[in-house]
């Protein structure tokens, strides 16, 4: 996903101010974050908006399963004061038997 995500952003040099990425059903959006977070630290992206979609599931909640470093990257990263606010993330459910149909536009998606 690393390489996608550095490929786009070469080929579209623009989406380094707002990439949106969009996952369907990710096991765990946790690395995405990081690696938002990485890229973002390597001066490759100013600002990015990860959006993670969800068939409904028993649990609402979503785990992140970050280590205690990452988890402070990510929160430092995606919390800023809203002026400053250039990461963002949202975490919805989508209808049963339904895909990427009514996403927001993304520039990467990915379906798990």
Not at 39 to 64: I, M, N, S
Not at 82 to 101: H, K, M, Q, Y
Request: some cysteine; proline content about 5%.
């Amino acid at each position: 996903m690393r390489e996608i995500l550095r490929t786009y952003l070469q080929v579209d040099p623009s989406a380094r101010h707002q990439l949106r990425v969009t996952l369907l059903d990710a096991p765990d959006a946790g690395p995405y974050l990081v690696l938002l977070c990485d890229l973002a630290d390597e001066e490759a992206l100013d600002g990015a908006h990860l959006t993670v979609l969800r068939h409904p599931r028993e649990k609402a909640g979503a785990d992140l399963h970050l280590e205690a470093d990452d988890e402070y990257r990510v929160a430092h990263r995606f919390s800023a004061t809203a002026e400053r606010r250039r990461f963002t993330v949202e975490i919805d459910t989508i209808a049963p038997g339904r895909l990427l149909e009514d996403a927001a536009p993304a520039h990467v998606a990915v379906a798990f």
